[in-house]
């Protein structure tokens, strides 16, 4: 039994030695699992096999068109990211690519036309672009972004970005608003001269030069200095007329400015529940030599019904501008109630004008404008139905003038009524009178009486010559077929008489006879740029 113990041990302890000897043979031996690449669609990456424990070689990203690749991932719902530098291999695995679609920009850039710089934006393609920078240029104002050079298309906001462009800045000349104000109240001032009260070939004179004067107050590309220079030459007309004299020189006329009334005569206003506010009703007095009366707060007494109407106060203080009333309307009127301002003036108690106010309810006369602007700008306009449109028009316009006051939610009539601002603005009307054998009208300031160069109203009208500033002289003419205006000018310096006619403007007509061989001519624009349009129609004076 001994000698067998002593043979069992040592075969175990053997035994023992061979199974610890193999067990250390396996942990020494080197272990590779497999790390495979899906490049969902990309290019083709290759497997690599990584010792366990190790880490993978990051591959080179893989490519696919259209898209941006992201990286890789352990799963392919792109839970979790596979770093390289981190993870190790501790088994066979495979790897996701993820992909991002490439986003296609376009470049937005900016011609400033000697403004400050502004760097180009992207924008993604298929998006629009809004907030606009507003670059600086010293001695104009800025005047909007256009997508051309010469200015005809405006950059609009909700247009879609589908390529790279170029915005164009278009500016216009800064003006001082008091030299603005300065020759309007000017303008003002001698459209309020009566005809009757001075000669004729002084009159005409002026007449001349309040059209120029409005010429520069229409065009945005006026300069101050061309502001100031109509105002010099239409101060110097005004002085210049030769008066003839009633009523001994008495002061004969109270003025009230300008409204656009309604059908029934009286201006329209709103009221809310606080009592709404008008500002700036002036009446002003003049002699008869067309000259402004100043006779301070004095000069004209203003009377209206207190229950209705107060007196409007800034700190306090009553307004004491000479010749106006700034009022504010009492919260009880009613809609449909009627309010009266009087103006006499002082020295001439016989004289003396009304304007009377009519409040009207804010939700129906924003359905009445709507309704009638609805109807104009919807209707192609003709030759037939011009005056009725104009008419329509005119009416939705003074709709709209006592919608747009402070305090009132003007937003659902903006839209319309911008429409509604240009809808007519190819076409226009103006009067011919016949005087013997000469037709006279004020189409491209023809101020004179002019020789007709055929059976009107096919011919040629010719202006006579006239000073448009320093020594700059012009002279224009309008040749009629049987149905088109083509409208010249030419201009020439001292006595040198200029040759070379340039076309202003074309436009297609009807003219409709009228009483004494005169009538009305309806014009339809052609071809004429906006800025040309405006300067025509600024001559244009019915009769």
Known sequence: MGNLMKLIVPIMIGLFCFVSCADDATENEERYFTVTFNSMGGSEVKEQKVKAGEHAVKPENPTKDGVVFLGWFKSENFESEWVFDVDVVDSDITLYAKWLAEIETCMISFDTNGGDDIEPVSV????????????????????????????????????VITSDMTLYAKWKS?????VKKQLEDLINKANGLNKEDYSETSFERLEKYIEFANVIIEDEDSTQEDMKKAYDLLDEAIKALFPVLPNEGKPYEVKSIEYEFLQDGKKYILINGNGGYHWGIS????????????????????????????????DGIINEYEGQIDFKLKPNLAVGDELEIT????????????LILKVVDGIETTKSFLDVAGEVTNTTITFDNYFELKQKSELAMAMASCLLVEGYDTTIIEEP????????????????????????????MLYSYTQNGGNFPA????????????????????VLTSNELYAYTREFSGSAIGVDWKLETKAEYKFIPGENGGGTMILHYLDIDSVTRGKLKSRVMSR
């Not at 672009?129 to 005047?143: A, C, E, R, S, Y």
């Not at 011919?459 to 309008?478: F, H």
């Open 417 to 444: 009524y911008n429409k509604l601002r240009t809808y007519m603005d190819d076409w226009w009307n103006f009067s011919f009178i016949k005087v013997k054998d000469n037709f006279y009208c004020s189409q491209n």
């Open 459 to 478: 011919g040629e009208l010719i202006s006579d010559i006239y000073l448009e500033y320093d020594d700059i002289y012009y002279q224009e003419k309008t």
């Open 343 to 354: 103006a006499t003036s002082i020295s001439e108690s016989n004289v003396s004008t009304k």
């Open 174 to 178: 800064e003006v001082d608003d008091t």
């Open 283 to 314: 009446f002003n007095v003049y002699d008869v030599y067309g000259n402004y009366v100043d006779e301070g707060i004095n000069k004209v007494k203003l009377s209206y019904d207190a229950s209705k109407l107060i007196e409007w106060t800034a």
């Open 124 to 159: 993604e393609k298929g998006n629009t672009i809004t907030g606009l920078p507003t670059p600086v240029k010293d001695g104009f104002v800025f005047d909007g972004w256009f997508t051309d050079e010469s200015f005809t298309n405006p950059f609009d906001e909700s247009m």
